[in-house]
């Protein structure tokens, strides 16, 4: 799940609740390239008897876009915080870059239009999700997907880059801060099993622990995928929704699948391995 720490539209608490409202037994807040909101997250999930996990989603550099998510992390790591903190710097410059040029391309597009779009109005933390927003505030696009497809996906006019680590790296950076690495949706990387299943011997060289085999955007085809490769690898199966709330407003929390709800064995399997780690 993502908060308004970064690209989500629900704030830490908001979301704890959201999450126990829906039924779900635990949730874990998993923002871009911060650990913000984690602290609050954490503190209302015990509050209201939730089962929180801590986590962040990190850009790695690779051919496409490739993320890979950091559970049970400590966010008090000092050292951890600081590596993010760079990230977040390296998000805004990359902002102000995309903002210039979408102004030499002729569009109507301010600083303002964009902090707008995030509560907390920090340009450290704003992603593209709230360039579309602006974009389709200001009609140049029908709908935030709409703005991704012509102006600011990877290869399109106004797409910037950012600074991101390596694969390898970015599983230490979280290793190192007591989590677990898993691959994020990979079904954005490739759906050919051949492919991920080098792709993934590869990144359990590194100290990869897991794939996220339940996602909203998967069929029942590609989870099973996901699970075989998880089984000849010894990887652990993990998930989620990726609620974003009014960011992606067609994406119920704790839906993946097209209609299911990640079982909870999934958590307790990833809660095994940790302990194995300490």
Do not use: W
């Amino acid at each position: 799940m993502h908060s308004t720490a970064s690209d989500g539209t629900m704030t830490p608490a908001e979301l704890a609740l959201h999450a126990k409202n829906a039924g779900l037994r635990a949730a874990a807040l998993t923002d871009h390239d911060t650990l913000s909101g984690l602290r609050e997250f954490c503190f209302e999930c015990g509050k209201i008897g939730i089962e929180g996990i801590p986590g962040v989603e990190i850009s790695a550099k690779y051919r496409c876009e490739m993320h890979i998510l950091g559970l049970f992390v400590n966010y008090e790591d000092r050292e951890f915080a600081e590596i993010l903190g760079g990230l977040s710097r390296s998000r805004a410059e990359r902002n102000y870059k995309m903002l210039d040029m979408l102004r030499d391309g002729g569009f109507d597009i301010t600083e303002e239009d964009i902090l707008s779009q995030k509560q907390d109005r920090d340009m450290n933390l704003c992603g593209r999700a709230h360039f579309a927003a602006a974009l389709v505030k200001k009609g140049y696009a029908e709908d935030t997907d709409d703005a991704f497809a012509k102006y600011i996906d990877r290869g399109k006019p106004f797409y910037a880059a950012r600074r991101t680590y390596p694969p390898k790296e970015t599983i230490e950076i979280i290793k190192n801060a007591g989590g677990l690495a898993v691959l994020a949706h990979p079904i954005y990387i490739s759906k050919d099993e051949a492919e991920l299943e080098t792709l993934l011997t590869e990144l359990k060289g590194y100290g990869l622990d897991g794939i996220e085999c339940y996602y909203s955007q998967y069929d029942k085809a590609f989870s099973d995928m996901c699970l075989r490769i998880c089984k000849r690898l010894d990887l652990l199966p993990s998930g989620g929704s990726d609620f974003h709330a009014g960011n992606k407003p067609h994406i119920p929390i704790g839906i993946v699948n097209g209609g299911s709800v990640m079982p909870y064995e999934v958590v307790e399997n990833l809660k095994k391995r940790l302990r194995g780690m300490v």
